[in-house]
């Protein structure tokens, strides 16, 4: 699955190679003009800033092929059933903040709770029909997903301490959504600045648009109902409230708060286990630090031009360590009744994966050679919020 792109000379000329491969591979011969920009420009950026190591470009190939192959597979559904996007998606909570913050194991409990349609891991990744059948078993996208997180495990030794990956339980759609290849997250696997000041010029709604379709799909293909709203999570999510809301009309945001200082370190960690399967060079926290900040400021700004936003702030040592009283003001902010049946599956999760269950983040700023007073400024007004706010959490 990873080897395939042997025969590839590098991400400069990648683009028009990958595109027919996938195509010949998928047996699809559809043309999908809107990835092509995007592709080319992510491809280029990492050459020229990533300082991949010779397996690792070969091995950033194949997941961009991989991501194409499914687009090809999730456009030939969409021609053979418009149908697809008639669906009715209803969106329950959208978990979201800066990254590190108990974002996962909060949608993780309340995906428990039997109250939500969610994205298991491998729907994300591969969220295509591999034959278009919507009777074929699920067994080898499933098999799929488990080889990535064994594979990425392998290569990346702190990859289950920085995420608790399981192909068979709930995570980011972020997966799902990196295959539009118009999202800022595609930096998870290498450096590309460039493809990131490229990003901002184009349309903002975009990643969204495609997400309720991958969401309908999932529908469609009957791994969600109609019936159960979703539950979604993704920092990438933050400062994105109007366009959102202009999607998912009955969205609520949930947003766990930890203080900055003490969280970017174990951000850093998650970022250098993503990459480095593809290359050896320390991932550049400065960059990364100062990508967030514009994001936090935005999401505030958000907060003002739409006064009745429906934002719950949770503080983040009561999610990972109270998960009742959590899950209740959850329930309560989205008006609904938690029942005993769902609190007990949920505590039941909760009693089962214990924070620290594949080992512990344990990464600092200065690992990666930078400091907290650096950035302090950047995320003063934050921080003063979250000193004034807290205690109402």
């Not at 286990?273 to 960059?287: I, N, V, W």
């Not at 009745?308 to 999610?319: A, G, I, R």
Request: hydrophobic share 40%.
């Amino acid at each position: 699955m990873i080897t395939e792109t042997a025969d590839l000379r590098s991400l400069r000329i990648a683009p028009q190679v990958l595109v027919e491969m996938a195509k010949r591979e998928a047996g699809i011969d559809i043309d999908d003009i809107a990835t092509f920009e995007p592709l080319t420009r992510f491809c280029d950026s990492a050459a020229r800033s990533a300082e991949l190591t010779a397996e690792g470009e070969t091995l950033l190939l194949g997941k961009l092929k991989a991501f194409l192959k499914n687009r090809l597979r999730f456009l030939r559904d969409i021609a053979a059933h418009p149908e697809i996007l008639d669906e009715q998606v209803s969106i329950g909570i959208v978990i979201y903040g800066l990254p590190r913050a108990g974002t996962s194991k909060l949608q993780k409990l309340l995906a428990a709770s039997g109250d939500f349609n969610y994205m298991n891991l491998w729907q994300g990744l591969y969220p295509a029909l591999l034959t278009g059948d919507r009777n074929e078993s699920p067994d080898e996208r499933i098999r799929k997903g488990k080889d990535w997180v064994k594979w990425n495990s392998a290569r990346s030794p702190n990859f289950l301490s920085a995420h608790p990956f399981d192909a068979e339980s709930a995570d980011e759609e972020m997966f799902a959504m990196q295959q539009g290849m118009l999202y800022y997250p595609m930096s998870a696997y290498a450096e590309c600045p460039e493809y990131l000041e490229w990003l901002v010029t184009q349309p903002p709604e975009a990643p969204l648009v495609f997400l309720k379709q991958i969401l309908q799909y999932m529908q469609w293909q009957g791994y969600a109902t109609a019936d159960k709203p979703w539950l979604l999570k993704c920092p990438a999510h933050m400062a994105m409230e109007g366009i959102f809301l202009s999607i998912f009309p009955d969205a609520r945001f949930v947003f766990p708060h930890r203080n900055p200082q003490s969280q970017f370190g174990s951000c850093l960690g998650m970022s250098q286990a993503f990459r480095a399967p593809f290359s050896d060079k320390l991932t550049d926290g400065r960059q990364v630090i100062k990508l967030l900040a514009p994001f936090i400021g935005a999401h505030f700004a958000m907060r003002e031009q739409i006064p009745d936003l429906k934002v719950l702030d949770l503080d983040y040592l009561e999610v990972v360590s109270k998960p009742e009283i959590t899950a209740r003001k959850v329930y309560e902010f989205w008006d609904k009744p938690l029942s005993d049946a769902a609190l007990a599956r949920m505590l039941d999760w909760d009693a089962r994966n214990p924070q620290g269950k594949h080992g512990t983040n344990k990464f600092t700023m200065e690992d990666f050679g930078i400091n907290w007073q650096e950035f302090e400024p950047d995320y003063r007004e934050y921080s003063e919020w979250l000193a004034t706010n807290k205690a109402r959490m």
